[in-house]
């Protein structure tokens, strides 16, 4: 039996565990946690007697009429990298006011499986200022699935985790024409939110349309302007149904994302476009083959253009250009089936992507030549793979076991950019070959009114491009240009994880934690040899195999329901990542918390929110790190729904970081300061 935790803006949260070393800081986390608070969450946790095998957190985006659920959305018309933010489980990396990274389990991109409705997606910008978030919005989500280490192996190979983006769709509902028109405003940053829907659905076919777009100018903090911190957005989807007969369905999807005059103050570039064409068609059959059921086969594809340059940046030593390209096709096919105790799924997936990368540099003398290289050298990756899991039924409890076998090859398609890494590595191979693989166990006990998860599970990933085939990247955190090494070892990673549930009539208390021992972890070292091409960087840095490093993280959530209109929640977590000399790893939170009230009744809402960080002690200024304050900071949100003519109406009010704190987190990029005192206005008329 499976029951997911159903977290509006979030409710399980992600932690580690290192043996019984974590004693103290364990005992240290609760202790603190009495007196403070913890995460936001935005609806009512769902739970039936058997919790899952699987540590899974789904940020509800939107029900079929998203244009109701001011009740349990903070700010309705957020961007997606907000609502992602407000989880538990993921953290985010901020170069701007636009397209944060996603960090699940203290790992970036490299590390993480991201899908979008299972499509594989790969940005095209060497400085990761496009992740595969940014080229989607909240109004084509229904969901976001995310899971932990190698229980996201179902998309695709990973170490972290998986963060599976899923589409919204009407599948089907016999409502018939449906629409709604959304406004918003914010006064920090003006921002500009406009967006609308038209969907139709009946019995037999259904399609959904929605359009959105969103203008901010730059933003304040500490009564300062942060300069380029400035976007403009268009996204435009549709998706389509078409039922064949009872038990066969033809599906389709199209996404057009296109965003420009992009600032990232905490860069040295700009985006003039990032744009997006992600599309598939589906094959879904609910009776299968003998015992098979619930077959969908889809195909997808998607073409990625991202431009950086420095054109409207004063005074810098050489005008460069960057543009870069990603396409992507792929597939996957995948069937259930049930026997006796046995819950068995089974899948066959691969994709074929071409990432090419270029920088183009202007000298200021116009008698001397331009410098032209490539930063990607038109690498081609192909994947194929097959992944099994079976649920087992036991009483009273639960086992999940599952793998992922996979092959995955390397191919430098341009000639030039070829000779250009042969610099450095005179016996390169053109093309490689790998073989990937994860195995997972995860088991789920329970003991009266207590419920146990555990799990231990092995997995590996293969270098990204630029980690194998990057040529002078500049990395302005470190202030470090980048060169990557084809022949790097494929990071392997033993994970090994708990929780603990207690779930009462009107309190319910979780730890979680796991840990993560991963060999031949994949990081920068600085190479004294070799010479700068950014002007102005401090050394080169070449990708490496560390012998290991160890990540592990451990949190303490809790949920009240004082009365049947107010709910509080909280949450408080502990991270740590070290080497194997004992190094601190970058980008590692520290003691971090969240809280919320939220009140509820009839066609009212409203919510008060806390959340926080303690200074950061466990940096390294080798990767560029310094130690981040302490903060605190309070938001609060009014909603009221009504009627018109029998249409729905509502108006959502709010305010953040109310006591216009000034602060910056372990995740913002050089330091770019958070933004101050927001106040913010959702209006949103559906038309039944």
Not at 109 to 114: G, V
Not at 309 to 334: A, L, N
Not at 541 to 547: H, I, P, Q, R
Not at 658 to 677: A, H, K, L, Q, V
Request: proline share 3%.
């Amino acid at each position: 039996m499976k029951t997911e935790y159903s977290i509006g803006l979030s409710h399980s949260t992600i932690g580690t565990l290192k043996k019984t070393k974590l004693f103290f800081p364990v005992l240290l986390a609760m202790v603190f946690h009495c007196f403070s608070t913890a995460q936001e969450s935005k609806v009512d946790l769902v739970t039936d007697s058997i919790l899952p095998v699987h540590l899974e957190e789904v940020i509800v985006i939107s029900s079929y009429n998203k244009a109701l659920e001011h009740k349990s959305h903070h700010k309705p018309l957020s961007t997606l990298d907000e609502y992602l933010e407000s989880s538990n489980k993921v953290n985010m990396i901020k170069r701007g006011a636009y397209a944060w990274e996603p960090v699940l389990n203290d790992m970036s991109s490299e590390r993480l499986s991201i899908t979008i409705d299972g499509m594989r997606v790969f940005g095209a910008c060497t400085d990761k200022m496009d992740p595969i978030t940014s080229y989607v919005d909240v109004s084509n989500l229904s969901d976001v699935h995310v899971a932990s280490g190698q229980q996201g192996a179902e998309q695709g190979t990973t170490i972290g985790g998986g963060i599976d983006l899923r589409l919204e769709k009407s599948n089907f509902k016999p409502k018939g024409w449906v629409g709604s028109v959304e406004t918003g405003g914010e006064t920090n940053n003006e921002a500009q939110i406009i967006g609308g829907e038209l969907n139709y659905s009946d019995e037999q076919f259904y399609i959904d349309t929605d359009i959105i777009y969103r203008k901010a100018e730059n933003y304040t903090a500490g009564g300062g302007e942060v300069a380029f911190s400035q976007f403009e957005k268009y996204n435009i989807s549709a998706n389509a149904g078409y039922k064949i007969s009872d038990d066969q369905q033809l599906l389709a999807s199209f996404i057009y994302d296109e965003a420009k005059n992009v600032g990232y103050p905490a860069l040295p570039m700009d985006v003039s476009l990032a744009r997006a064409f992600i599309g598939s068609i589906s094959w879904v059959q609910s009776r299968f083959i003998g015992d098979f059921k619930n077959w969908e086969t889809k195909l997808y594809a998607n073409s990625i253009t991202h431009i950086m340059d420095d054109s409207q940046r004063p005074d810098v030593p050489i005008r460069m250009d960057m543009p870069g390209w990603s396409d992507t096709y792929g597939y996957y096919s995948q069937t259930e089936l049930t026997m006796d105790k046995h819950q068995f799924l089974l899948k066959l997936d691969g994709f074929y992507n071409r990432s090419l990368a270029e920088m183009t540099m202007y000298p200021i003398n116009p008698n001397e030549r331009e410098m032209f290289m490539l930063t990607w050298p038109d690498v081609r990756m192909i994947n194929s793979g097959f992944y099994a899991e079976d649920e087992i039924s036991l009483k009273e409890g639960s086992l999940k076991l599952s793998t992922r076998l996979a092959v995955q090859g390397f191919n430098v398609a341009d000639e030039f950019g070829l000779n250009s890494l042969r610099i450095f590595y005179p016996e390169m191979s053109q093309r490689q070959a790998r073989f990937l693989k994860s195995v997972s166990a995860a088991y789920h006990k329970k003991f009266k009114m207590l419920h146990v998860n555990g799990g231990l599970s092995y997995g590996d990933r293969a270098p990204s491009v630029s980690e194998g085939f990057g040529f002078y990247l500049f990395n302005s955190f470190d202030n470090h240009d980048y060169i990557g090494d084809p022949d790097l070892k494929n990071e392997k990673a033993i994970e090994t994880n708990v929780k603990v549930s207690l779930p009462m009539k009107k309190l319910t208390i979780g730890v979680e934690a796991n840990y993560f021992h991963t060999m031949d972890f994949i990081i920068g070292e600085v190479n004294p040899d070799l010479s700068v091409m950014t002007i102005g960087a401090e050394g080169v840095k070449v990708y490496k195999n560390l012998e290991y490093a160890n990540l592990y993280n451990i949190s303490l959530d809790t949920k009240y329901e004082v009365t049947p209109e107010l709910l509080w929640t909280g949450l408080i977590s502990y991270h740590r990542g070290t080497d194997q000399d004992g190094q601190n790893l970058p980008f590692i939170s520290p003691i971090a918390y969240n809280s919320m009230v939220q009140y509820t009744t009839g066609t009212f809402s409203g919510s008060l929110t806390m959340r926080g960080a303690a200074d950061q002690v466990n940096f390294n200024p080798v990767f560029g790190e310094d130690r981040s304050n302490a903060y605190t900071v309070f938001s609060m949100a009014l909603g009221k729904s009504f009627s018109i003519n029998k249409d729905a109406v509502y108006i959502k009010t709010g305010v953040e970081n109310i006591f216009d704190e000034f602060y910056s987190t372990y995740t913002d990029w050089n330091n770019i300061p958070r933004m101050g005192r927001n106040f913010f206005m959702t209006v949103s008329y559906a038309i039944n």
